[in-house]
């Protein structure tokens, strides 16, 4: 699977995993110079309270279009350590 935004790979993975439509990518698999953290926080009740990403590609940027889980719940164990995107961000075989 590929992370695309802006016309640029910025995560790649054979190893995704599903949850509420949703590919959660390993943090390894994203190309941190496109990432920068962001003070954003929500709260899933079920997963645990999300941090964000905003993505930077050739000078635009799309805020907190990623999040990941740095403490996930029991339930959620299976996306720890992982990162997924929303607001544009096309995610495709």
Known sequence: ??????N??????DDTVVIEGNHYFPHESIKKEFFKSSETHTVCPWKGTA???????A??????????????SELAKGIKNRVAFWR?????N
């Open 51 to 57: 941090s964000y990403y905003t993505i930077k590609v």
């Open 1 to 6: 699977m590929k992370a695309i935004w802006n």
């Open 59 to 72: 000078g635009k940027e799309n805020p907190d279009a990623a999040w990941f889980y740095p403490e996930v």
């Open 8 to 13: 640029e790979v910025i995560a790649e993975s």
């Open 88 to 92: 544009g961000v096309q995610v495709e």
